[in-house]
């Protein structure tokens, strides 16, 4: 029986590798723009960074969690990361990054796992560019933030996304939002969800975010976290918004946005599809002043967002950035009779000349190799001829222009190159 891929993960082939080369490019490009230095962590962690940071009364800790025991003697419980600012936090922290001069701004690129069931835009090994600042409570840190995230989108050509944003307090005032929330729903939770059951006893502001449509009518006359905001926070919110308009970031107040994650403090947004249904959500992010502490750090403030490299080439997909075919190689390198050390020799020396040269491997007659050239799109074609090399030369096509001439061998590489405009 032939073997498959696990289910909601994906090959990525050269010709949709080049459509992510291109992301990955605009990525780098942007964040060297911006100050951000890459980051690169493991993809598994100890399964507790997981359940102290993004928090045990998430969907992702209770249900998507890919987890295992590590072998040995001292085997303890492993996770392949479902997100990336709990390791990101961990890093920052483990390597001492809190002695820099502050604050230290960092990016990702790389696959995250979640057990999920899959569907268009969902899966289960996904990719995820993320950026997060630590060691700034500044509102013009959650601003840069956004605007990294937005300008990201624009490069690339997408239009009609929206910006979603939210408070969701901070320790001081989540306790009056969550008292107002379980005054309001426990009168109403026979008719909620049985999620939303459990999450009026772990986590009510969960509530204001569930897509049962039961749920959705019932949280109509819920209280708004906005209006619970303590004096610092609500500054703080004024503050984001004021910048915001200062860099002409439109943006949707949502107050029943509340993130899946538990690190949340203040500032709350997500990137949406309009139209797209349930996986509209090309990117979210927001403040985690808590994170660095929770996971046994001192405390330092951060923000953040993470965007979905998937969903985001999904949206390229259906209108713009298209990435023009690739090209074939500059220089074909065709053999006939016994002339195959030659040919070996000749690509070795293109490819050192820095010339994209290709041969074939299969044992194709002349004719064959010819037409295989002209099918990858070789822009020169030599042919290495028995009769032609016993008088040093070699011949040449030009396959635009249809036209064959004899180049001496020795000076091959140097045609050619001049010839491709190298
Ligand atoms: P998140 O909202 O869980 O946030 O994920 C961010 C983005 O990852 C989503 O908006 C979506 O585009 C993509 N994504 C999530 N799950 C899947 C999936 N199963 N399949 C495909 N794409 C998916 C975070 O992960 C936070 N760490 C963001 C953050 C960074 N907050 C502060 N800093």
Not at 58 to 64: A, G, H, L, Q, R
Not at 208 to 226: H, Q
Not at 352 to 369: C, E, F, N
Not at 386 to 392: A, H, S, T, V
């Amino acid at each position: 029986m032939q073997i498959s891929r696990p289910r909601g993960t994906s090959d990525i082939l050269p010709e949709e590798a080049r459509r992510w080369r291109k992301l990955e490019n605009v990525i780098h490009e942007l964040c060297r723009l911006y100050g951000y230095g890459e980051i690169r962590t493991p993809i598994f962690e100890t399964t507790d960074l997981f359940l102290r940071g993004v928090g045990e009364a998430t969907d992702i800790v209770e249900k998507e969690m890919y987890t295992f025991k590590s072998k040995g003697k001292r085997a303890n419980s492993l996770t392949l990361r479902p997100e990336g600012t709990a390791p990101v936090a961990r890093a920052y922290l483990e390597n001492g990054l809190y002695a820099l001069p502050q604050p230290v701004k960092l990016y990702y690129i790389g696959p995250m796992f979640r057990y999920d069931r899959p569907q268009a835009g969902r899966y289960r090994q996904f990719h995820q560019f993320g950026a997060e600042i630590f060691g700034a409570d500044d509102p013009a840190a959650d601003a840069e933030v956004i605007a990294l995230a937005m300008t990201f989108f624009k490069k690339l050509g997408l239009k009609g996304l929206e910006l979603h944003l939210n408070s969701v307090g901070c320790p001081e005032c989540r306790p009056v939002m969550r008292e107002k929330l379980v005054e309001y729903f426990n009168l109403r939770i026979q008719e909620c969800c049985q999620d939303c059951r459990n999450r009026l006893v772990k986590n009510p502001l969960r509530i204001l975010d569930c897509k049962e449509d039961s749920c959705r009518e019932i949280r109509r006359g819920a209280p708004s976290p906005v209006d619970c905001l303590c004096t610092e926070c609500g500054a703080h919110f004024e503050h984001l918004r004021r910048y915001l308009d200062l860099l002409n970031i439109p943006y949707h107040l949502n107050p029943r946005l509340v993130r899946g994650l538990d690190y949340y403090t203040k500032t709350a947004f997500e990137i949406i599809i309009p139209g797209a249904g349930a996986q509209d959500a090309v990117g979210g992010g927001g403040r985690y002043d808590g994170l660095v502490q929770e996971i046994g750090g001192r405390s330092v403030p951060g923000v953040g967002f993470a965007l979905g490299l998937e969903r985001t080439l999904l949206l390229m997909l259906d209108g713009a950035g298209e990435v023009a075919t690739a090209p074939g190689p500059e220089v074909f390198v065709v053999t006939a009779g016994e002339t195959r050390d030659t040919a070996t020799r000749l690509v070795a020396d293109l490819r050192a000349a820095g010339l994209v040269a290709d041969r074939d491997y299969t044992g194709r007659s002349l004719k064959a190799q010819m037409k295989y050239a002209g099918k990858l799109g070789a822009r020169y074609v030599v042919i290495v001829g028995e009769d032609e090399l016993r008088g040093g030369r070699v011949a040449l096509k030009d396959m635009e222009a249809g036209r064959q001439t004899e180049v001496y061998l020795e000076e091959m590489v140097d045609f050619l190159r001049r010839a491709v405009g190298k």
